[in-house]
C-alpha cells in the first residue's frame, strides 16, 4: 500500500516558508488569506491490510518523520 | 476554501531526501519498498466555489509553488 504522511507546522509555531509564501502570492495579484507549508512523504510498503499499514506508517511518523515540539501529522491512503 | 498543494520530485529525478528517509526507516526495521519526499502546502483563500478555488490554486501552484522541470503536484479540497 501506499500512505501518504502530510505534515505542517503547528498553529502556535512560526511558519517562515509558509510566510514567504503568503507573500509572495499576495504580491502577485493572487489574493489569498493565509498559507501554511509543510512536508508530504509518501511510503510504499508491502502490506495489503489497510489498517496494519496505516499503523505501521503512523508509527514511522511518530518516531522519525515528524518532530511533534514543532508539528502535527497526517496519514492519507493514496493507494 | 482551504486547498492542498502535494508537491513531489519527478520520477525521472534522484529523491536524496526520500532515499535518506527509505535508508533510515528501513535501519530501525521499518521494512518499506520506497519513500518519496516532497512539500506541502495549505493556501486559504476567500473563495467559496470550490472549482473557482481549485483553478486558482492550481494558477499558483504553476507560477510559484512548483518547479516543472524536477517536480509534478496533485491538488486537494481540504475544506
Redesign the interface.
Known amino acids: 500500500m501506499k500512505i501518504?504522511v502530510?505534515?505542517?507546522p503547528r498553529r502556535e509555531v512560526l511558519d517562515t516558508q509558509?510566510r514567504a509564501?503568503e507573500q509572495?502570492?499576495n504580491s502577485?495579484n493572487?489574493?489569498?488569506?493565509?498559507?501554511?507549508?509543510?512536508?508530504?512523504?509518501?511510503?510504499?510498503?508491502?502490506e495489503a491490510d489497510r489498517e496494519m499499514a496505516l499503523n505501521?506508517v503512523r508509527?514511522?511518523a511518530e518516531?522519525?518523520?515528524h518532530n511533534p515540539l514543532t508539528e502535527t501529522f497526517q496519514l492519507e491512503v493514496v493507494d
Do not use: D, F, P, W
Request: hydrophobic residues 45%; charged residues 20%.
Open positions: 501518504a502530510k505534515i505542517l509558509g509564501v509572495a502570492l502577485q493572487h489574493s489569498i488569506t493565509s498559507c501554511r507549508v509543510g512536508k508530504y512523504v509518501e511510503v510504499v510498503l508491502n505501521k508509527e514511522m518516531q522519525l518523520l
